[in-house]
T-cell receptor, first 110, second 119 residues
Framework: GNSVTQMEGPVTLSEEAFLTINCTYT??????LFWYVQYPGEGLQLLLK?????DKGSNKGFEATYRKETTSFHLEKGSVQVSDSAVYFC?????????FGQGTELSVKP | GAVVSQHPSRVICKSGTSVKIECRSL??????MFWYRQFPKKSLMLMAT?????????EQGVEKDKFLINHASLTLSTLTVTSAHPEDSSFYIC???????????????FGPGTRLTVL
């Protein structure tokens, strides 16, 4: 079946540190891949997406590359800020439905 | 961007009562709405998909008589948890896709969620 696995959280980093949140997926065919972010008290927001192999999605300094050979879509940011503290969800789309990973909580300290 | 609201944001009810949660698209017409359930430290689980004017399609394992979904208009969907029990306590989130004039939103826009606690 289709599934998404993310690294366990919480992840705690100092400001300006490098961020990687791992995401791997299992799916038939080639799904679209997404990263969503949920700030405290708010709904999920689309952060970035990639629709085919080798595509790189990027937004607000975050980026992720669709790796078909490793079935991965790892989220990276070169220098995190306190305002990046949130829960990050990796997801894939099949038939118009989203399948989410379990979420990774990121806490950035000043 | 498209905005989705939910009401209430938080509700506490007694076991055996029914609770209704509203999901509204504020600035676009939601042709399809989705209802998710999120457990603590867990992923979002899709419960059902509803198209305006049609019966909802429930995911496997979701009791349709327990979780009644109505999508009677292009801006409103409701989720009613009937005869709620403590195990129904959870965070319920809706999302929507749709149109606004000539713009088509294929991306799901999410509401802020509703925290249900059943005593």
């Amino acid at each position: 079946g289709n599934s998404v696995t993310q690294m366990e959280g919480p992840v705690t980093l100092s400001e300006e540190a490098f961020l990687t949140i791992n995401c791997t997926y299992t799916a038939t065919g080639y799904p679209s891949l997404f990263w969503y972010v949920q700030y405290p008290g708010e709904g999920l927001q689309l952060l970035l997406k990639a629709t085919k192999a080798d595509d790189k999605g990027s937004n607000k300094g975050f980026e992720a590359t669709y790796r078909k050979e490793t079935t991965s879509f790892h989220l990276e940011k070169g220098s995190v800020q306190v305002s990046d503290s949130a829960v990050y969800f990796c997801a894939l789309s099949r038939g118009g439905k989203l399948i989410f990973g379990q979420g990774t909580e990121l806490s950035v300290k000043p | 961007g498209a905005v989705v609201s939910q009401h209430p944001s938080r509700v506490i009810c007694k076991s055996g009562t029914s609770v209704k949660i509203e999901c509204r698209s504020l600035d676009f017409q939601a042709t399809t709405m989705f209802w998710y359930r999120q457990f603590p430290k867990k992923s979002l689980m899709l419960m059902a998909t509803s198209n305006e004017g049609s019966k909802a399609t429930y995911e496997q394992g979701v009791e349709k008589d327990k979780f009644l979904i109505n999508h009677a208009s292009l801006t409103l969907s409701t989720l009613t948890v009937t005869s709620a029990h403590p195990e129904d306590s959870s965070f319920y989130i809706c999302s929507a896709v749709g149109t606004s004039g000539s713009i088509t939103y294929n991306e799901q826009f999410f509401g802020p969620g509703t925290r249900l606690t059943v005593l």
